[in-house]
Each structure stands twice: as C-alpha cells, then as structure tokens.
C-alpha cells in the first residue's frame, strides 16, 4: 500500500484533434495522501479538470497519456483497462461535474439515478436500496427525500440537483471525491450552501477531496494543498497559507490581485491579468505565462523554467525566483 | 546542491533582463480572427464532398439550361420515322443521311414514341423540375420567413393566434390537398390568363404557375417555424434594444437586425428545401398532374418509361438517374452549407 | 391528461372543419361536373343524375348538406361507383393500405435506428461512413423510382417476386422495401446525429463516471434520449407514407385507398375525394396526437397542454 491516495508523476496527456495533438498536460506531479483537500486553480484549459479525470482514467476518447504515472491508492490507474476502472469509478472515486443542470439524465428520476450507482457497487437489495438512496438525500440535506426520489431532474433547482449530484457521488463511500467547479454554474448564494455542504460532509466522513476552481475564494475556505495550473503545467504548489501569504508565481500574484477583497479599508483596485490563454496547439517553447507576465525576461522566452523549492512543499517554476537564487549563488562565489 | 544545479544550466546574465513588449508579443501565435462569411467560407471550401456537390450541380444546371439551347434538337421536335430508337441508333431516313456524307447528331438516348429526341428531353425535363424546385423555395423563403419574423418578433397575441395557424396547416395532410389544388388550380388559372397583365400564366404554363402557388402555400410552415424560433433568439440581443433606442422602426429591425442575423439558417433551410420541392413536383408530375405535355419533366418521362419498362428500360432509368443526382447533390450541398454557416442547426 | 384530449379533439375537430370546406370549394371551382366525362349520356339523364345527388341545388346548401351529414359520420354515396358509400370503400380499403404502410413504418424504425446508433457508435470509421453514404443516397431517391426499378429488376429481369397485388406475404416485400427506404435513411441520419449529440451530452459522462458499463449506458441512458427526435418524426412520416402509398399502391396495383383516391380525383368523383380528405386528415391528426402522448412518456419534461 502506498503512502498517497494519489499519486500523479510525470503525467503527460495529450489529445488528438483534427487540428493537431494539444498537449493538455505537460509534466504534471501530483501527490496526495488520504483525507487531504487539494485544489486545483487555473484557467479554462489550464488542464486541470483533465488532470483529476485522468485519477478515474475518465478521458475523452481521443485524449492520451504519453508518459508518466498515474496512480490511485497504489495501484496503475493507466494501465487498467476499462472493465477495472469501472469498479472503481463511483466506488472508490466519484466525481461531481460542473453543470448539475445538465449533469443528471433527464428522462430518469432521480431515485433511479441514485440508485442505480448503489446498485451496480453494492450487496444491497430491493429495499435496502431504496432505503439508501433516501439516506444520501438526508445526507445531503434535502427534505422530503422520499419524494424527491420520485422526481425528475428538471423539476428540481439548480442546487438541489447539485446537492443530488453530490448523494450519487457519496453513494458507495469513496476514498475520493472529485469536484470539477461544483459551485460556478450556481447562484452565488447556493455556492456558500454547497461549499458549507462539502465541508460538512468531508468532516463527517473523512474522504479526500481534489477541488477543481478557477475560484480563488472557493479553494482558500476548504483546501489543505493548492496547485496552481496553468497551460497544461503546475505553476505553483504549496499548502493554502503559502498561496495566499507568500505567492512566488507571477500568475498565482496575478489571480490573488484579480479577487475582490472587501474586508480592506481602501478599496485597492481589481487587477486583471491581460491577454489571452495560450493556444495549446502551439505552446510557446518557453515559460507558458510568458506573454502575459509584467516581469516577462529574455529568459523566460526561451526556455521552460525549472522547479524552485521553497519551505516545506512549497515549489514554483518562475525564472524570477531562479533568478533570485542565480545571483545568491553568485554573490556566495564571489566571497 | 542547489547552486552546483543552477550553475549547471550556464546561465547568462543577459538572460534577466526584462523582455519588450514586442518579444512578448511574437510569442504569442493568434488565430487570426475572420469574420462570418470568411469562416464559413473557409470551413465550406475544405467540405470536399460538399465543393464536389456544388460542382454537379453546376454541371447540371448547365446541361439543363444552357446545353437545349445549342442541342441540334428540340424537346417538342418529332422526327418521323426515327421513334423508339435505342441509344445511338439511327433511323433509315438518317442512316441514309449520314451515308450521303452529311454529319448526323446522334440520339444519345434514342427518341421516344413520337420520334423525339430523349436526350434532350432528359435536360429539359431537369431544367423544369429544377425551376420548380427553385423557384417554389425562394417562394417558400419568402413567404416564410416574413411570416415566421412577424410572428417571433411581436410575440404575444400575434404570435399565438399566427402559430395556431400553422399548427393547423401542420396537421393537415399536404400531399392530399397539394393533389386536389394540383387538379384543380389550373383551370381558374387558365380563365385567369386570359384577363389583360395576366397573359404570362399562358406562357409558363398554368400547371407550373399552380405548382408553384401550391408548394408555397403549402410548404411555407416549416420555414416560418424556424425562422420564428431564431428571431425569438435573437430580439433579446442589446443591439435590438439599441436599433429601437434609436428610433428604428419594427420593419427596419427586422430586415436589417434580425433577418440578416439568421441568413445562415435562411440560406440553409432553402438549399435543403430546394431537393425537397424537386422530390414533391417529381412524384406530383409522375402521377400525371404536374406540368402539361408536351413540357417534359423528370417525373412525367419516368411514368411514360412505365409502359415500354421492359424493352426500353434507359428510358426509365435516364430521368431516374438525374432525378437522384440533383437530389443528392443539392442534399449534400445543403448539408455542406449548414455545417460551414449553421452548425446549431445540425437536428 | 384529459384537458390535453379535449384541446387536440377541438384542434382535430377545427382541422377536420377546415378541411372539408377547403376542399368542398377547391373542387366545385372546376368547371364540369364528374357527369360530363361520361360518354352518351343524355342532359336529361345527366339531370336525374344531378338531381339525384343533389348537385341541382346552390352551392351553399350542397355545402350546408354534406357539412351536415359529415357531423353524423356520414360521408355520403360515391359518385362513380353506384350503390356504395364513401364509408363502405374507406371501410374496405384503408386497412390494405393500412397494413402496409405500418409494416413500412415498423420496418423504418427497427432498422433505421440501430442503423443510425451504430453510426454513431463507429463515428469516423468506416461502418460509419457506409451508413452515411448508403442513407443519404437513400433519401435521394423519391419511392416511386425506388419501387419502379425493384419491380424492373427483381421482377421483370430476375423474375424473384411477384410484381403485382398482395395476395401472398411475398408480395410484401417490394413494396415494403419501396415504401420504407425513404423513411430508414431518414431516421438511421436523424438517429444518428441525435445519438451523437447524446453522446457528448454531460449526463453520459456521468454514467461513465458511476463505472456503468459502456452497453448499460448506451441501452439505458443514450437510446431513451437519443430517441426523442425519431419519436417526432413519426408523425409526418405516418403522413408521408400515407402519401408515398398512392404511387406504390398504383405501381404494384395493390387495391388500397391511396390508388382509390387517385381514381376518385381523374373521374371527379366529388365525394370520394372529400371523403378521402377528410377521412386521412382525421387519421393523421390522431396518429400525431398518439405520437405526442408517446413522446411525453418518453420525456418527462414535456408536459401535454
């Protein structure tokens, strides 16, 4: 037994579309031991919805891994085949998606739905199911459940459907739970809900969670570990003081600026960060952020930039900081 | 460790100094952004099979309607003596022409019971099943998709009271009433031809004019739909607010903001319509109520093949080759068109 | 439930109204009655004859008569063949052309469906692209060339099948083929990008995400969806067979109602048209609604109003 739950090294993926292959992941280190929250922050494309997915082999059908490990509570998640991965999705790792509107069948109620999954991973019989079934909807906080479970997804609202979501993926107890941006396609008053939801529930039951945002704000209140992805590489890792007190990323600064803060006095102002993500068709040979860095370098051009260490777990891949540590050896060579 | 690392990448001072703007920018490898037409073009020229339609369609419209003209034989000439000939036969009279030394234009597809030539008559009955198709689609698109705006514009009562209209004219069985009109229209077309500014019924022929009339009251229903649905869409955009902060008018909006916003659909919906006419007027034409002898059309020389199938079966199978042909080729072409211009429109 | 039946009766019951006068009209705009055709037939003879059916009296009254009768169900005694209502031939008729269009329709459905899923399924490959090519060439063929080139080559060439009536099962075959191309290649293209569309849908990812197997996700989740769109057609394809019989029942000389109608409208058999009309309006407007009652089964979002 390994001491990670998930244990990521190397990944490459890439996916092969008409257009050429985009390679989605380049790289990626991911590591994560049991009952831990990580977040994953980045842009749209950044890779890491592709990056979670990747833990319950759940590519698209054109998308591939070209290297590197990929490995959940030490087994080979890559080199299962589908008939293995099937036992372990919705048993060991659940995922909630985005859009809980479009995420549940329509033409099936939502006790088929959430059945269904208790069915397929468990011993439970006929009643026992059903009887189940009504506990997750408690669980996850929603009245009537007995009722509910007779319902269809399009007569329910958009957080109910999510919290819905959140009972299929808690059906069978995973070791992980995986939220893809559980809270954007929601009100922001249904978000605190369902954030308060996900805490809640990680107290009771003790899982992991990998939280996937582009949300700051979401990722600060929950997780113990954040990555900070971006094009298709992690930018900055650490736990969640080190992100948020001591950023190193010019782009980890670039989002913290670009988060309203309303507890300040003076309402300093919202920063974007400008320009456009990259074309992952034609990643840059250098450092991916490089276009839209202020402190962009020559350097930065040309060459990917390597892994700084920082205290404890703390990393960033910026020339700046190899920069910092560049003259430090230089300045000790001189003496 | 860390420095004997560093030092191991041989780093240059030159390195660390900022970079322009300009650098940044030559990095960055923008698609270049091309506006509607131009991106819809692009993606319709790489549509082989769809460039490849659009070629046969040319190429048949050029044999219908520019080849009769040259055709050393018209589709009403009757030659005597020269009836039934196979493909590439001659008859007594121009075998004997031809031994005289005189250069004879061959019967590509021999000539029928009355002596005329079947090639010919192939391209014109093409040539008036295509301006059926045609111009009954372009009626169809007019009608509509002023009907289908008027009634997603407004909304509301209009819209309701319109809609139920069509629903109405949904349910009723088109072919049925398309047969009796196809029956019956003539004659009161005909009685209308003879009234003064009316004369050019006679010469199109009254069984064309009430083709035409009957597929576009008839067949207008499901382009009203659509374009009902894509204005409902498109009024909710700011630039429609915009256009009546500014004082336009309702007709104004709707041709320049909300009609030109759906030509993508319209274009489409038209092209698709186009093959569909074509299918109707051949099957009204096979079942001897379309255009009048001796106007071929594709349908009408398939029915006549009917009778000699068994001796002369070409003769069936020439306008049924066409009949496919442009029907799969406009099919296609349409089905090019919606992917370049109206992926949403895809069911 | 019940105020949807009573909405679409209204709606059928208008339509049918609609119908029958539209008809009424069209046909009494052309000039000659259904007795000039005739041969040696006598002006008083023609007389009696018009007199015994009415058609003497204004048009209005004739309207307000038929419109009458057509209330009790009534709709009134063929022209052309004496002594037989519109009710007896429709009665006799139509289920010949019924049982064939419906094997048609059975035949478009279970073929045209895994057809168009195992398309999709194979999406880009060379199955695929067979389906593709094999269904859009086959709506490119409008039925009546479909069932005169079967009849030239099966029966006149190869002599397989009889190329005339429906007396034994055999002779279903032609024009079942015939009349059910159109319709297969046409739902085995709607199913197809309907599945597609299915596949990329979120709700599919989550059943992969539950660790369903690929043939429970496809049965259960994909097929019900995919479906709608088919379930929709269903109605103008029922219309559309309806139609597309007139020519196979003429070209295969199958005595049905759709070769009855063509007859009835060359001889001007006023009656027989309206009847026909009429009777096929009806018929379809119940065929929707029944489609629309299936399809709100299947789709629980849509409720019938």
Redesign the interface.
């Known amino acids: 037994m390994s001491e990670y739950l998930v244990n990521i090294q190397h990944e490459k993926l890439s996916f092969f579309t008409p257009a050429g292959e985009v390679k989605a992941l380049n790289d990626v280190t991911i590591q994560m031991k049991e009952g831990e929250v990580l977040g994953i922050v980045g842009e749209s494309g950044s890779g890491k919805s592709v990056t979670a997915y990747s833990i319950m082999g759940l590519t698209a059908y054109n998308g591939k891994i070209m290297g590197g490990t990929v490995e959940f509570n030490g087994r080979r998640i890559d080199q299962m085949s589908e008939r293995e991965l099937r036992k372990i999705r919705g048993k060991e790792v659940s995922i909630i998606f985005q859009d809980p509107m479009t995420s549940l069948n329509p033409v099936y109620t939502i006790g088929n739905q959430i059945e269904e999954v208790i069915r397929l991973h468990t011993d439970k019989k006929g009643a026992q199911i059903h009887q189940r079934a009504r506990e997750l909807l408690s669980l996850v906080g929603i009245n009537e459940p007995e009722k509910r479970l007779r319902q269809y997804p399009h007569e329910l609202s958009g957080g109910m459907r999510q919290r819905v979501m959140i009972a299929i993926a808690l059906a069978c107890e995973p070791k992980l739970l995986i939220a893809d941006e559980p809270t954007t396609a929601l009100d922001v008053t249904i978000q605190a809900q369902i954030l308060e939801l996900m805490q809640e529930l990680k107290e009771k039951l003790g899982m992991g969670i990998i939280m996937i945002t582009h949300d700051l704000g979401v990722v600060a209140s929950m997780c113990d570990y954040i990555a900070v992805m971006y094009a298709g590489e992690i930018v900055e890792y650490g736990t969640a003081e080190d992100i948020f007190y001591n950023p190193q990323h010019e782009y980890t600064k670039g989002l913290l600026k670009s988060i309203p803060k309303f507890h300040e006095k003076e309402y300093s102002k919202l920063v974007p960060i400008e320009g456009q993500p990259v074309d992952m068709l034609n990643p840059p040979k250098g450092c991916p952020f490089a276009p839209r860095c202020t402190s962009c370098m020559k350097i930065c051009l040309n060459r990917k930039p390597e892994k700084t260490e920082f205290e404890g777990v703390h990393y960033s891949r910026c020339w700046l900081q190899q920069k910092k540590e560049y003259e430090a050896a230089m300045k000790g060579g001189n003496n | 460790m860390e420095k004997k690392n560093i030092l191991s990448f041989q780093l240059n001072v030159d390195d660390f100094v900022p970079a322009s703007s300009e650098e940044k920018q030559s990095l960055v490898v923008m698609r270049e952004s091309v506006s509607f037409w131009k991106d819809g073009m692009r993606r319709f020229k790489k549509n082989k099979i769809a460039m490849v339609s659009l070629l046969v369609v040319l190429v048949v419209m050029i044999f219908a309607f520019i080849v009769p003209m040259f055709y050393p034989y018209g589709y009403e000439q009757q030659m005597k003596g020269s009836e039934r000939l196979a493909p590439m036969e001659y008859s007594a009279d121009e075998q004997a022409r031809i031994d005289a030394g005189e250069d004879v234009f061959p019967h590509i597809l021999g000539t029928d019971q009355n002596g005329r030539d079947y090639a010919v008559r192939v391209m014109v009955g093409a040539r008036v099943s295509l301006t059926v198709g045609i111009v009954a689609s372009l009626l169809i698109l007019l009608i509509g998709s002023t009907y289908g705006a008027i009634a997603g514009y407004f909304g509301g009562m209009v819209d309701m009271v319109m809609m139920r209209i069509v629903d109405i004219l949904y349910t009723v069985p088109d072919v049925l009433i398309i047969i009796l009109l196809a029956t019956t229209l003539k004659f009161p077309l005909e009685v209308l031809a003879t009234y003064p500014g009316f004369s050019w019924i006679q010469k199109i022929g009254p069984n064309m004019v009430s083709m035409f009339l009957v597929f576009a009251l008839l067949y207008w229903v499901g382009m009203a739909r659509i374009v009902r649905g894509q204005i409902m869409v498109l009024k909710q955009n700011e630039y429609v607010t915009a256009a009546k902060a500014l004082g336009a008018n309702n007709g104004r909006i709707i041709k320049k903001h909300l009609l030109t916003n759906c030509i993508g659909t319209l274009i489409v919906t038209t092209t698709l319509q186009i093959p569909s006419s074509i299918f109707t007027e051949s099957f009204l034409s096979f079942l001897g109520l379309g255009v009048q002898a001796p106007m071929p059309s594709l349908g009408s020389l398939a029915s006549a093949a009917l009778n000699g199938l068994q001796t002369y079966p070409e003769k069936l199978f020439a306008p049924a080759f066409m009949i496919f042909v442009i029907i799969l080729s406009f099919n296609l072409l349409g089905d090019g068109l919606r992917d370049a211009f109206d992926p949403k429109l895809k069911n | 439930m019940p105020k949807y039946i009573v909405k679409r009766a209204f709606?059928?019951a208008?339509?049918a109204f609609?119908?029958a006068t539209?008809?009424f009209f069209?046909?009494n705009?052309?000039?000659g009655g259904p007795f000039l055709a005739e041969k040696a037939v006598t002006p008083q003879a023609q007389a009696a004859m018009e007199a015994k059916f009415g058609l003497d009296k204004p048009l209005s009254e004739q309207y307000i008569t038929y419109m009458e009768d057509l209330m009790h169900g009534d709709l009134g005694p063929s022209l052309k063949k004496r002594g037989r209502t519109v009710n007896q031939i429709i009665a006799t008729k139509f289920p010949v052309s019924a049982k064939l269009g419906g094997i048609a329709i059975l035949v478009a459905v279970f073929v045209g469906v895994p057809l168009g899923s195992v398309a999709a399924f194979n999406r880009g490959k060379f199955l695929d692209n067979l389906i593709i090519v094999g269904s859009?060439?086959g709506?490119?063929?409008?039925n009546?060339?479909s069932s005169?080139?079967l009849?030239?080559f099966l029966s006149?060439k190869l002599n397989l099948l009889p190329s005339m009536g429906l007396n034994n099962p055999v002779n279903y075959i032609m024009p079942v083929i015939a009349l059910s191309l159109y319709p297969t290649a046409y739902i085995a293209r709607?199913m197809r990008?309907?599945m597609l569309?299915v596949m990329g849908?979120?709700?599919m990812?989550?059943?992969?995400?539950?660790?369903?197997?690929?043939f429970k996700s496809i049965f259960?989740?994909a097929l019900?969806?995919a479906i709608l769109?088919v379930v929709t057609y269903l109605g103008p394809l029922l219309?559309?067979l309806?139609?597309g019989s007139?020519?196979i029942e003429?070209?295969f000389t199958i005595p049905g109602l759709g070769s009855e109608?063509?007859g009835a409208?060359t001889s001007r058999d006023y009656p027989m048209?309206m009847g026909?009309?009429i009777f096929?309006?009806v018929f379809?407007?119940i065929m929707?609604m029944i489609v629309d009652i299936a399809y709100a089964y299947?789709?629980?979002?849509i409720k019938l109003k």
């Open positions: 709606m059928a208008v339509t609609l119908v539209l008809t069209i046909m705009m052309v000039p859009t060439a709506i490119a063929i409008p009546f060339l005169t080139l009849m030239y006149t709607l990008s309907s569309d849908q979120d709700y990812r989550t059943a992969r995400a539950k660790g369903i197997s690929t259960k989740h019900r969806n769109p219309a559309s309806m139609t007139f020519i003429k070209i109608f063509v409208i048209i026909t009309t096929l309006a379809i407007i929707n299947i789709d629980p979002r």
